[in-house]
């Protein structure tokens, strides 16, 4: 079987849309609580590499422009 970006037994599935939209939500969640500690965010980069492995560029563009806008779908 090919392995294409990450596999997470979270999400056996081949569609990895939710585990792309899910690892996106985590990165800003962890962005947010270290920039809310004062603390060092190295940690949130797993995330990071996660999401930019599964994510179409469009999708990030579009989610990152929704979040700035203040309209953005979900709940970081």
């Given at each position: 079987?090919p392995?294409?970006?990450?596999?997470?037994?979270?999400?056996?599935?081949?569609?990895?849309t939710?585990?792309?939209?899910?690892?996106?939500?985590?990165?800003?969640?962890?962005?947010?609580?270290m920039?809310?500690?004062?603390?060092?965010?190295?940690?949130?980069?797993?995330?990071?590499?996660?999401?930019?492995?599964?994510?179409?560029t469009?999708?990030?563009?579009?989610?990152?422009?929704?979040?700035?806008?203040?309209?953005?779908?979900?709940?970081?």
């Amino acid at each position: 079987m090919p392995k294409f970006g990450v596999f997470s037994p979270r999400f056996p599935n081949q569609n990895q849309t939710r585990n792309c939209w899910q690892n996106y939500l985590d990165f800003q969640r962890c962005q947010r609580a270290m920039a809310a500690r004062g603390a060092d965010a190295t940690p949130c980069q797993w995330y990071f590499r996660v999401y930019k492995s599964l994510c179409p560029t469009s999708w990030v563009t579009a989610w990152d422009e929704a979040r700035e806008e203040g309209i953005f779908p979900g709940k970081i």
